[in-house]
């Protein structure tokens, strides 16, 4: 059962890869109809703490900054994630916003209103 799980989810990442490498033209996300697109909200959330709702949002903000394109990540939950992947990292800066710089992402640890 686990394999079929992990499988499905392999997939559907390539799936997500792949269409992310198609919007993406030389750092600005691209709309269906060939449209450059100024800002754009993704949601992310998981169903229970530990899912990997987190780990998935912050692959995919260093993906898009790899790709070029200006990423922030807001964190909408109490889990403190921003912060203890701060501490963990020790390459982590904090701005006069109280932005976190994470591996090239920009992260609000959901206490600056912007």
Known sequence: M???RQN????I???LELALERSVRGGRLISADNNAVSSLNIVIAGSTPGAGATHL?????????KMGIKVLYEERNQTGAVRRMAESTGGARID???????QGCLMNPGTVRL
């Open 8 to 11: 499905k989810a392999l997939s």
């Open 96 to 102: 006069g916003r109280g932005i976190y710089h994470i």
């Open 2 to 4: 686990y394999g079929t």
């Open 13 to 15: 990442s390539k799936e």
């Open 57 to 65: 949002a912050f692959g995919l903000c260093v993906y898009l900054t």
